[in-house]
Structures are given as structure tokens and as C-alpha cells.
């Protein structure tokens, strides 16, 4: 088998990977009604338990990273894998919030070793031109997940009931292990090649460019799919569910469509990727600012443009992924990786927890109401532009030095 071929064979097993995680990621959101009978928990205690496995997610990113640096891809695939396996298996046999609390919470713990394992894989295997595109098409595959863990999972819930279709999930996470471990060839970093710490990926102005560029990109696809989309879209813009249903799934298909676009001009002009990233968050904030100063309920048109703006938030993130292979050498790509990974989803919480606190402060959920939530969401965008000008600035007068100096 040639080199190219290992390559990819390398990849798509871990991509299978990362599918599965995915898979295990959105189980709870399909599930919330059975999840809220039997851990004898609401609303409030729901959402519990998808920022914990959030939250969880975010926390691991950095030390995941370094992990990932000293001991590789398959190592962390396959730990992952199996941490999400024991997550799922307490998840099945939980029966209330504290040990449901504490499945997701081992579900988000592995799920941060996925993703950032499998950037890893893309940026020893392919050629920095071809890097974006193959990261952008790992992140389309990657939602193959979510719609495995929607009907099919729902169904298994109805016919087989909650603990058959958790201990299922389990069992899956388990044969993911086993598969990485069998095909997947990843070699340890020799002691010579071992990081030089968090510090040194920290102090590359080229890792905070891609923490900055994936917080201002994904932080209100990421609010508005995981938790404040479909009241926004029914409660406060008077949607019919099945309607509502139907635009969140067209952000994810979109989003798909517009991914190996984005990744093809980032790869095809590496000098131009900040504006990409400007575009994106621009567009985004102009589709937010149509909607919410429309008088009265925005017509369907203009949310269809609002949920197109937002499909490309996923596929812009991942070019922060871009920036850390590009300004960080290979020993320590791991914790560049975690680094912007996790920036990330700070800002997606931070933005979700903002939404959530100016509706209980308005003390309702109006259309009104909802207009002043989504709005805190502008301080973020604005932070992040600057934050992205500042450090492409920094990150360019620093290639430029080291030109200078060859």
C-alpha cells in the first residue's frame, strides 16, 4: 500500500471515529422528553446536563492537547472512544441527575479527544494545500453522526426503551475503540520530539489568531443549534415546529454545502484566510441585525437568510485549525489545537449562558424578549473582529522578522 493510500486510510478511520463521537455528542437532544421522565428533571435540569457535557468539553481541549503531543493520534482515539463507551453505559443505567450528570459528562471528556486527534492525523498525512480542505470535509462527514443519532436513535428509544438503546450506544463506542486500535498505525513522538510545553503554543500569536477566529466564528451557530434556535424560531417568531425542524436542518446542510468551499480558498490562498473569517462573522451579524430590527415577526425569507448566514459559522471556525498548523511545528500541533478548540467553545457557552440570563431577567420569552437575548451577542462578534485584526497583524510582522532573518 503506498504512502498516500496509508494516509488515507489513516484518516478515514479516525474519521469513522469522530462520527461516532458526534453520534454520542447529540444523543442527548433527541431524548430530552424521555431523559426528563426518567431522571425526574425539567427544563432547568436538562440544560444542566447538556452545559455540563459542554462544558466538560471545553475544559479538556488544553489538556487533551498536550496529551495528544506526547502520545499520539491512536492513543487518544481509542481512550476517547472508550470514555464515551462508560459515559453512555452510565447514561443507560442512570435513573436521576446526578449519574445522568455524570454520563455526559464522561461523554464530553471523550468527546474532546476526538476531534482535535483526528486534526492531528489530517496535519501529519497531507500537504498544507491540501490541509483545509480534507479538515472542512472532516467536519461535513462528521455531522453524518448527528443525523445517526436523530431517527434511528428516537426509534430504538420508542421500541426498545431507554436503557437497550444507551447500553446500543455504548456497545458502538466499543467496536469504534477496537477499529482504531486495529487499523490505525500512529507512532509515539520519540522523547526528542516531545513538546516544549503549553507555554510555547500559548506565546505564538498565530495559535490566539485561530483560538480568536474559531470564539467569533462558531459561538452563534453553536448557541442557536444546541439550545436557543428552536424556541427563538417557535416561540418567538411563531414558527410551526415541523417548520422550525426544517430551517435548523437546513443550517446543518448548508453548512455542509459551503465547507470544502471555504477549505478549498483557504487552501488556495492561505494570505486571504483572515478575510474569510471577516466575511463570516460580518454576515452573520448583518443577517442578526435585519431580524432583529424587523418590525414585528421576520418574514420566512429573511429567516431562511439569517439560518443560511449562520451554516457557514461550522466551516469558518475550522479554518482556526488552519492558523495552528500553519504557525506551530508538528511537536506541539496538539496543544495549539486544544487551544483553539477550546477558545471556541468558551465563547459558544459564554454565549448561550448570556442568552439564557437576559431571558430570566426579562422574565419571559416574547419576541421582545428574545431580541435583547441575541443581542448580547454582538459584544462577542466585536471582541473577536478586534482580537483577529490584532493578532493577523502580530502573526504577520512575525513571519515577516523570520523571512527577514533567512
Known amino acids: 500500500m503506498t504512502r498516500r493510500s496509508m494516509a488515507i486510510l489513516f484518516w478515514a478511520t479516525g474519521l469513522l471515529a469522530y462520527v461516532v463521537a458526534v453520534f454520542h455528542r447529540q444523543s442527548l437532544g433527541v431524548a430530552g422528553i424521555e431523559a426528563a421522565a426518567r431522571l425526574g428533571v425539567g427544563a432547568a435540569g436538562l440544560s444542566a446536563l447538556a452545559m455540563c457535557q459542554l462544558l466538560v468539553y471545553a475544559g479538556m481541549q488544553v489538556p487533551v492537547g498536550m496529551l495528544l503531543d506526547r502520545f499520539g ?19 443507560a443505567l442512570a435513573s436521576g441527575p446526578v449519574t445522568g450528570i455524570a454520563g455526559r459528562a464522561l461523554v464530553g471528556c471523550g468527546d474532546a479527544m476526538t476531534f482535535i486527534s483526528v486534526i492531528r492525523l489530517v496535519s501529519l498525512s497531507f500537504s498544507a494545500r491540501r490541509n483545509p480542505l480534507i479538515v472542512q470535509v472532516t467536519g461535513v462527514v462528521g455531522q453524518l453522526g448527528a443525523v445517526a443519532s436523530a431517527v434511528p436513535l428516537i426509534h430504538s428509544l420508542h421500541t426498545y426503551g431507554w436503557t437497550p438503546t444507551f447500553m446500543g450506544a455504548a456497545v458502538l463506542g466499543v467496536v469504534s475503540a477496537f477499529l482504531v486500535l486495529l487499523v490505525l498505525r500512529d507512532s509515539r513522538p520519540r522523547r526528542s520530539e516531545r513538546p516544549p510545553g503549553l507555554r510555547a503554543a500559548w506565546a505564538e500569536p498565530g495559535t490566539r489568531l485561530g483560538m480568536w477566529t474559531h470564539a467569533a466564528t462558531q459561538c452563534s451557530s453553536a448557541s442557536f443549534l444546541l439550545l436557543w434556535g428552536y424556541p427563538f424560531l417557535v416561540q418567538g417568531q411563531g414558527l410551526s415546529p415541523s417548520t422550525a425542524g426544517v430551517l435548523l436542518s437546513a443550517l446543518t446542510l448548508f453548512g455542509m454545502v459551503c465547507g470544502p468551499l471555504l477549505g478549498y480558498f483557504a487552501g488556495r490562498f492561505p494570505f486571504h484566510r483572515s478575510r474569510l473569517v471577516l466575511l463570516v462573522v460580518g454576515s452573520t451579524a448583518g443577517a442578526w441585525t435585519a431580524v432583529l430590527a424587523w418590525p414585528g415577526r421576520a418574514p420566512l425569507w429573511l429567516l431562511v437568510v439569517l439560518v443560511l448566514a449562520l451554516g457557514t459559522n461550522g466551516p469558518g471556525s475550522l479554518i482556526g485549525f488552519d492558523y495552528a498548523r500553519t504557525f506551530n511545528p508538528v511537536t506541539r500541533i496538539g496543544a495549539a489545537t486544544g487551544i483553539v478548540n477550546g477558545g471556541g ?43 483577529v485584526l490584532r493578532y493577523r497583524a502580530k502573526a ?9 532573518s533567512t
Open 73 to 91: 493520534s491512536k492513543r487518544m482515539l481509542v481512550l476517547g472512544a472508550a470514555v464515551m463507551a462508560c459515559g453512555q453505559f452510565v447514561f
Open 345 to 387: 467553545f468558551v465563547a459558544s457557552v459564554s454565549v448561550i449562558a448570556l442568552i439564557g440570563v437576559t431571558l430570566d431577567v426579562i422574565g419571559d420569552e416574547s419576541l421582545d424578549a428574545f431580541r435583547w437575548a441575541f443581542a448580547t451577542q454582538y459584544p462577542v462578534w466585536a471582541l473577536g473582529i478586534v482580537q
Open 396 to 404: 504577520r510582522r512575525l513571519l515577516q522578522t523570520a523571512e527577514a
